[in-house]
């Protein structure tokens, strides 16, 4: 069930709260008649940052649902830099309207003060089973926890104008939670997760270094640090992987906003005819072009929402096709500032990457990742690693003798791309994209050269 948010002026992303309802409530019936199977139980992946208000009594949403690409808590976060070092410390975060309290605060400030005011998923579960609970992995990129006791922090509650706000229960994403019959007959809801965090444990990373990117509307690089909630100090953030078995395992992760939504906006302006048919309308080659497309700001290791996208590098000899490669190349170019910033924090470089998402079937662009982080890229042969993921943590709610290793399962990637571009090459190529990524940072933006 295809979902389209609403692109509004002053860096406002929003989302009908009833279409994601019924998108949810759609998708799973669907996907019950067609499993052939028999179902055991309903599982919630979700973004993780995404907030809205609503009504606890009756479930109904008191406001659009702002999505983790909205921008208009940048003031908010831009009035507590002095509070930026300790919210680091404490939470793993970046003081960044990306993360779930600025836009709560947003809200509250802007819109209403009646109801409560969570993530989607608190909101979802609601709607699906009564409670009131949200799983480790996105209380944690809330900006709202304590990352060494995964608990509400009183302080940052203050310190965002939260105080007195009812706020879920954390649970593990391997606790049943409720049951639902909005999918037919009864069925246990359970294994809630972060998407990312989710895809992260079907491709099976659960040893320390072992990392994955999934490639959809933006680009998110996790890799797993294991029970310790390591503190990164590249830029990236640190989150809880998940709670499983009472026990947080922890990730650093790295984002790029715009992956998917960059070629969707490449399809609207008519670079490309549709998303389907990007390797076809890529040139052999950029020619020189380069492609920074920050369309929603840099994050790490920039951190500034402000900066802008921008194609440089082009000549009257420049075609359609090199500036949609060189926007592949562009995508492919911020993933490897994170795969550098993960070696540096692990204190050992990457030597594989997992792979997932919807873009991963651009082999344009899966060579490109190859050739630009230097490692082989191994392919997930599923498109719906979330799902799995997810999945796999309702499969340890209902078998609690279950072991975490043993659920997940094993996989053969379904293409590896290993790098064809020579090494002198590739440093070439990073040395000016970084230059042209340097260009892009707003006034405020302070240029951070990813670690090499």
């Known amino acids: 069930v295809s979902l389209r948010p609403q692109y509004r002026a002053g860096g406002g992303v929003a989302q009908g709260p009833e279409a994601l309802f019924d998108a949810v409530v759609t998708a799973g019936r669907r996907a019950r008649a067609q499993a052939g199977v028999a179902v055991s139980a309903v599982a919630l992946a979700n973004q993780g940052e995404t907030v809205l208000a609503w009504?606890?009594?009756?479930?109904?949403?008191?406001?659009?649902?702002?999505?983790?690409?909205?921008?208009?808590?940048?003031?908010?976060?831009?009035?507590?830099?002095?509070?930026?070092?300790?919210?680091?410390?404490?939470?793993?975060?970046?003081?960044?309207?990306?993360?779930?309290?600025?836009?709560?605060?947003?809200?509250r400030a802007n819109l209403t003060r009646e109801g409560v005011?969570?993530?989607?998923?608190?909101?979802?579960?609601h709607r699906l089973c009564g409670a009131f609970v949200t799983d480790a992995s996105t209380a944690s990129r809330s900006l709202l926890i304590d990352l060494d006791t995964v608990a509400w922090d009183d302080g940052l509650l203050a310190l965002f104008g939260l105080t007195g706000e009812a706020l879920p229960d954390i649970v593990?994403?391997?606790?049943?939670?409720?049951?639902?019959?909005?999918?037919?007959?009864?069925?246990?809801?359970?294994?809630l997760i972060v998407d990312q965090q989710a895809a992260l444990l079907a491709e099976s990373c659960l040893e320390p270094g072992s990392a994955k990117c999934t490639y959809g509307t933006g680009a998110f690089l996790l890799a797993q640090l294991g029970g310790e909630p390591v503190r990164s100090t590249s830029g990236l953030t640190t989150s809880v992987a998940w709670r499983l078995r009472d026990r947080n395992s922890y990730?650093?992760?790295?984002?790029?906003?715009?992956?998917?939504?960059?070629?969707?906006?490449?399809?609207?302006?008519?670079?490309?005819?549709?998303?389907?048919?990007?390797?076809?309308?890529?040139?052999?080659?950029?020619?020189?072009?380069?492609?920074?497309?920050?369309?929603?700001?840099?994050?790490?290791?920039?951190?500034?929402?402000?900066?802008?996208?921008?194609?440089?590098?082009?000549?009257?000899?420049?075609?359609?096709?090199?500036?949609?490669?060189?926007?592949?190349?562009?995508?492919?170019?911020?993933?490897?500032?994170?795969?550098?910033?993960?070696?540096?924090?692990?204190?050992?470089?990457?030597?594989?990457?997992?792979?997932?998402?919807?873009?991963?079937?651009?082999?344009?662009?899966?060579?490109?990742?190859?050739?630009?982080?230097?490692?082989?890229?191994?392919?997930?042969?599923?498109?719906?690693?979330?799902?799995?993921?997810?999945?796999?943590?309702?499969?340890?709610?209902?078998?609690?003798?279950?072991?975490?290793?043993?659920?997940?399962?094993?996989?053969?990637?379904?293409?590896?791309?290993?790098?064809?571009?020579?090494?002198?090459?590739?440093?070439?190529?990073?040395?000016?994209?970084?230059?042209?990524a340097d260009m892009v940072l707003s006034q405020s933006g302070s240029p951070r050269e990813p670690t090499p």
């Open 117 to 125: 005011v969570t993530t989607t998923d608190t909101w979802l579960a």
């Open 251 to 436: 990730c650093v992760d790295g984002q790029v906003y715009t992956a998917a939504s960059a070629v969707r906006w490449a399809v609207d302006l008519g670079l490309v005819p549709s998303a389907d048919q990007i390797d076809s309308a890529a040139a052999e080659s950029s020619d020189g072009v380069l492609c920074v497309p920050a369309l929603a700001g840099l994050a790490a290791p920039w951190w500034d929402s402000a900066a802008s996208a921008a194609f440089s590098g082009m000549t009257l000899s420049s075609g359609r096709g090199n500036l949609v490669r060189a926007l592949l190349e562009g995508i492919a170019a911020q993933v490897t500032a994170l795969t550098n910033l993960v070696t540096a924090d692990l204190g050992r470089p990457l030597t594989r990457l997992r792979v997932d998402g919807g873009l991963t079937q651009s082999a344009a662009l899966m060579q490109a990742q190859a050739d630009l982080a230097r490692i082989p890229v191994d392919v997930y042969p599923s498109l719906h690693a979330t799902a799995l993921g997810a999945a796999a943590c309702a499969q340890l709610a209902l078998e609690p003798g279950a072991a975490v290793a043993d659920t997940v399962s094993t996989w053969n990637p379904q293409h590896t791309y290993e790098p064809l571009w020579s090494d002198d090459r590739a440093a070439e190529f990073l040395h000016r994209w970084r230059r042209a």
């Open 172 to 191: 593990g994403s391997d606790e049943i939670i409720g049951s639902t019959d909005l999918f037919g007959p009864t069925l246990p809801v359970a294994g």
């Open 55 to 107: 009504d606890r009594g009756t479930g109904r949403a008191l406001t659009p649902a702002i999505v983790w690409q909205d921008r208009r808590a940048e003031s908010l976060c831009a009035a507590l830099a002095d509070s930026a070092d300790s919210v680091a410390r404490r939470t793993g975060l970046v003081c960044d309207p990306y993360f779930s309290a600025p836009k709560m605060a947003w809200i």
